[in-house]
């Protein structure tokens, strides 16, 4: 089992910029994926963005599309989330997760999601 974990949370004006990083132990095959969950105070866990390893291909939530953007470094094991334009409503406690299950495209399902990190808070103040 992977060994994930997360750094970069913190608190930011709206408008503002923040950068997540994740690192995971263990081999990542082309057909895995990394992906980004948030849980918002009331809500439940929701799947923000997800990459798949091998091409490096990305899926974006809705609310989020152009103004994170999800990339990797091959040599680190690492995926960042760059998280532009913060709104109040992106604050949550952000999770990076692995899914050791090969898809042709990224895992947007988060039962594929096997090793998680502990979480990291992300505060935008209005």
């Known amino acids: 089992q992977a060994q994930v974990v997360e750094s970069g949370g913190g608190l930011v004006q709206a408008g503002g910029s923040l950068r997540l990083s994740c690192a995971a132990s263990?081999?990542?095959?082309?057909?895995?994926?990394m992906g980004w969950f948030r849980q918002r105070v009331g809500k439940g866990r929701e799947l923000v963005t997800a990459?798949?390893?091998?091409?490096?291909?990305?899926y974006y939530a809705d609310p989020v599309k152009g103004r994170f953007t999800l990339s990797k470094d091959n040599t680190k094991n690492m995926v960042y989330l760059q998280m532009n334009s913060l709104k109040p409503e992106d604050t949550g406690v952000y999770y990076c997760?692995?899914?050791?299950?090969?898809?042709?495209?990224?895992?947007?399902?988060?039962?594929?999601?096997?090793?998680w990190g502990q979480g990291t808070q992300v505060t935008v103040s209005s």
């Open positions: 263990g081999q990542l095959f082309s057909g895995y994926s």
């Open positions: 997760a692995v899914s050791r299950f090969v898809r042709f495209v990224p895992s947007v399902a988060s039962d594929d999601y096997t090793d």
């Open positions: 990459l798949r390893w091998g091409d490096g291909s990305t």
